[in-house]
């Protein structure tokens, strides 16, 4: 192996330099995020509880994405000097293809933290949708009862009043007409 390194041009030994030891780090970031360990702190991203909804950024520039960037670029550069391309043409083509795996690790990594979720329930998701009275809700807000009704993709048993004449029963279909300050539902019936 030693020879054939040494046969290898200056600017074909940067490729393959290039190439291994980012494929080797590449492989090893994927194995953590197959484990399930953590690699984010590698980013030099920081954990913070944040009151406001800040989104989800962009990030171009990370260093998983400088890890894709440069095994694309070395690997890409290796086929390019073994297809015998001119020195600045593989130069521009590796460049390309690492931007390209770049942008797309970016894109997988903004699109995959989208699809996460929070789990907090936020009761004005609850507001007409239709659920059944699970235990007795007493007439003009009498007695607070129990509704089973799905929320968020959930099914919930939540407290309920109503503004109804008559108390509604186990089995009444409601529908979810407003919520309280304190996160009571105020539900009507459909039965009617």
Do not use: H, P
């Not at 484990?35 to 991203?45: K, M, P, R, T």
């Not at 070395?74 to 590796?94: H, N, P, R, T, Y």
């Amino acid at each position: 192996m030693d020879i054939w390194f040494e046969s290898l041009s200056i600017f074909e030994k940067v490729y393959w330099v290039i190439a291994c030891v980012a494929s080797v780090i590449f492989i090893g970031l994927l194995v953590l995020t197959l484990l399930g360990g953590e690699s984010e702190g590698i980013d030099g991203d920081v954990d913070a509880e944040i009151e406001s909804d800040t989104g989800i950024e962009f990030q171009f520039l990370s260093f998983k994405n400088l890890v894709g960037f440069f095994t694309i670029f070395g690997w890409s550069g290796i086929a390019m000097l073994e297809a015998d391309f001119s020195k600045i043409l593989v130069v521009v083509i590796s460049i390309i293809c690492g931007l390209i795996m770049m942008f797309a690790m970016a894109s997988l990594f903004y699109y995959l933290a989208k699809l996460q979720s929070s789990g907090t329930l936020k009761l004005a998701n609850a507001i007409n949708q239709v659920g059944e009275i699970y235990l007795t809700v007493g007439a003009n807000r009498s007695k607070i009862g129990k509704v089973s009704i799905t929320v968020q993709g959930t099914l919930r048993e939540l407290d309920a009043l109503t503004e109804e004449l008559t108390d509604l029963k186990q089995g009444n279909v409601v529908r979810v007409t407003k919520v309280t300050d304190n996160g009571i539902l105020i539900v009507e019936s459909l039965n009617k």
